[in-house]
């Protein structure tokens, strides 16, 4: 088993922070002297005096008049207030949750895998870790941190392989859920014995503020609401000791002072800084015993409330250009939401209104089938995992959102584009969720064509043809975080399946070369100048994208015949010879074909290509006879024809890259790249033609040829 490499040097640090604006830059090193300042007492006291509560000093840390460890246990187990999500009465719920005999043995084989210790995380496939689980290692390189002090922890050396995600995700104890889930539905105390004694283990391993796993707040704060589910579905059982309980108690009063002190409030604050919110929202909340959790509670709710205003655009998409991480924030934003209206907390209109936008933009996004296209950065994040429909489904299909977002505002609309993903609902909201799915609801319009102006994103759909195209900021202020140089890049579907996509994040630090791979201009559907990217890319900033080119919304319509695109950008402008890239996209709404031209203006001459990538389950395409600019796909069910309409266009060329359903996994897919070369202007006109069923060996490709062009010509795209 292998330590973690060496540190990154001095200059290499100094070198990485030239490149970045003066603004971040001061504001990076202030917020570094004032953390620098705050740990270091504190690691002298991790060292000489490490934290152990009495009970005693448990008692002496709350607000109850009790005198002896019995009754404060009595008074945890026993308390019928504050309300939480899990209560007798949802108890009464379980066949509703799992009506079948196989979503019940489904949900008792994950329970039984984390119960063995087995654990298939971030792309890791199933390892099996046994009873004496090493809490510090990546179990995936066999990288061990070491029991020190956290702040003195170095776990982003880039010239190593190793993923310091494998612990942390391990250590946000989302299978305690999973474990709780199983003890419901069958009562068998081996569920509560394999948590608690993970729960043990864990502590002895992870002193307070000691170890890797204490090493980022978001993480500390995402076990902290894992750790509160589980002690509600687990506190009756006989196997829960006075003890232990209290054990467990006096950690979730560490976890919060953990928090409070170890915000992620930098210069940029993105997911991270919300979800130490949240767990603050949580612990204050559920635990007022404490006398800190007032400062919890305020300090959370300033977090959760503000972070709405400033994370997520009046359009209702989140900061930071990705849809992964859409779904990760409205789910933070989410349950502690839920839990102060169960509370009596009131939460603000305006608030409320833009958590309702995040719900319709999720509609909107949601592909025919009840995918989601991957957009910017993906890394399987979440805060729960109430439902688990299997890794591939779990990770792309977020209509269980829209099931919570249809009871909680009354939306038809979301309920209905829900289809059967109403678990975690059942869980979150209880019989009201039960009463909105049984009840006949008022129809509601299928998810129309429709444009994010804040987010920059444009969706045109009809039926079961949906295209999503990108044309927004990199995000977090300007940061770009989370962002990927995909202006102007889509993912298309038609008629039963995906056929262009995003080719997703795979990893992060792990392979820092592969991680600006997939954040590269050419591995997304747009096209690339001079082999540059639109935005420049550097091997030891993975987590900034700088440089937001200015776009120009030239046009765009959506009508009940066609949508029109018309949109611009200048990524290229400081080459030495600038190229500007303007994109026209034509939706024939009853023929379900795609017209796209790449307009390139500027000056010089100049290498274009235009990429396409395609999902893996397209094994490999074929070109059309007699050397026509054309390829097809050759699947059961629906194809898609590739056509360049341009005279004397060259063939394309098609090779093998990669595409990354979820993190830490990629599967080969072809991509189709045409090219041309000379001076500006220059340009790309490629149709995208689905075909029901395969195309036969004596298509009449000439006709078709015709066919588009004849639309084309009709299009509005011929009047700019």
Known sequence: ?????????????????????????????????????????????????????????????????????????????????????????????????????????????????????????????????????????????????????????????????????????????????????????????????????????????????????????????????????????????????????????????????????????????????????????????????????????????????????????????????????????????????????????????????????????????????????????????????????????????????????????????FGRAAGDCWEEALWLLGQRATEFRVAELPAAEPAASAHFPDAGIFVMRHAAYYLLLDAGPNGQDGNGGHAHNDLFSFELYAGDKSFIVDPGAYVYTADYRARNLFRSTAYHNTVQVDGREICPLADDALFTLTGDPTVTLHRWESTPTHDFLDVEHDGYRRLSQPVFHRRQLYFDKSAGWWIIRDLLTGDGNHQFELNFHLAAHIPELHFAPDNRPALFTAVSGTNLALVSLLPHTPPPEVWQGWVSPRYGVRQPAPVVTFRCAGEVPAEFVTALVPHPAPFPADFDWDALVEQVLARWRESPARQH
């Not at 070198?15 to 604006?21: C, D, G, H, N, R």
């Not at 895998?113 to 066999?142: E, M, Q, Y």
């Not at 394999?194 to 000691?210: C, G, T």
Request: aromatic share 12%; glycine share 6%; proline share 6%.
């Open 1 to 413: 088993m292998g330590n973690r490499g060496s540190p990154v040097s001095f200059s290499q640090r100094l070198q990485k922070a030239a490149k970045l604006p003066p603004r971040v830059l001061l504001a990076r090193v202030y917020h570094k002297l004032v953390h620098r300042s705050r740990h270091v007492a504190r690691r002298w006291q991790v060292r000489y005096f490490p934290a152990r509560l009495s009970n005693a000093d448990l008692l002496a840390a709350t607000t109850l008049n009790l005198h002896n460890a019995a009754a404060l246990a009595a008074h945890f187990r026993t308390r019928t207030s504050p309300d939480f999500f899990l209560s007798p009465e949802s108890r009464k719920l379980l066949p509703r949750i799992f009506p079948t005999d196989e979503s019940r043995a489904a949900r008792l084989r994950l329970a039984d895998d984390a119960a063995r210790g087995c654990f298939d995380l971030l792309g890791s496939g199933p390892v099996d870790l046994g009873n004496d689980i090493n809490w510090h290692t990546d179990f995936k390189t066999g990288t061990t941190w070491p029991p020190v002090y956290f702040a003195d922890i170095d776990y982003s050396d880039l010239s190593q392989p190793y993923d310091v995600k494998v612990p942390w995700e391990l250590s946000r104890a989302q299978h305690f859920v999973t474990l709780g889930q199983a003890y419901w539905l069958t009562g068998d105390e081996k569920y509560t014995r394999a948590f608690l004694a993970q729960w043990q283990s864990w502590q002895a391993a992870n002193p307070p503020q000691v170890g890797v796993n204490w090493a980022c707040t978001m993480d500390v704060a995402i076990r902290a609401v894992n750790w509160v589910w589980a002690f509600y579905f687990f506190k009756d059982s006989p196997a829960f000791t006075d003890d232990l309980l209290l054990a467990f108690v006096k950690s979730i009063f560490q976890h919060g002072q953990h928090i409070l002190r170890n915000l992620e409030d930098g210069p940029i604050r993105g997911n991270h800084y919300l979800s130490d919110g949240v767990g603050l929202v949580y612990l204050g909340l559920l635990f007022p015993e404490f006398k800190e959790a007032a400062r919890w509670r305020k300090k959370g709710l300033e977090i959760l409330f503000g972070e709405m205003r400033h994370q997520v655009y009046p359009d209702g998409a989140d900061f930071e250009a990705s849809i992964p991480y859409h779904r990760l924030v409205l789910e933070l934003f989410l349950s502690p939401i839920l839990l102060c209206r169960r509370n009596g907390v009131s939460v603000p209109d305006d608030v409320l209104a833009r958590l309702e936008k995040m719900f319709e933009f999720v509609l909107a996004y949601t592909k025919p089938d009840g995918t989601a296209p991957i957009l910017g950065d993906a890394d399987d994040g979440r805060l729960l995992r109430l439902s688990q429909p299997g890794l591939d489904r779990e990770f792309s299909d977020h209509r269980y959102l829209l099931a919570i977002g249809a009871v909680l505002f009354n939306r038809a609309d």
